[in-house]
């Protein structure tokens, strides 16, 4: 998988399994202040974070089942 569209150029060598390890601000379009933001709502610090943040998980289901809706 090509990861280059979705990472600074810092973290392109990194495997998958290190990057979601990785801070939050290693994905594209995500600031080091973005980063301390999100830390500080939702103590979010790394990739993997981001990911099982359960408001991103519900917003994401909802964004599913809208486009099954008649």
């Known amino acids: 998988m090509n990861i280059r569209k979705f ?3 810092k973290y392109e060598t990194m495997t998958l399994k290190e990057l979601v390890l990785a801070p939050v601000d290693a994905l ?27 408001y991103v998980k519900w917003a994401k289901a909802i964004c599913l089942l809208a486009d099954g809706e008649d």
Do not use: I, R
């Open 7 to 9: 990472v600074d150029k």
């Open 28 to 54: 594209q379009g995500l600031s080091e202040g973005d980063a301390k933001l999100l830390k500080e709502a939702f103590n979010v610090k790394t990739v993997a974070d981001l990911a099982n943040l359960k």
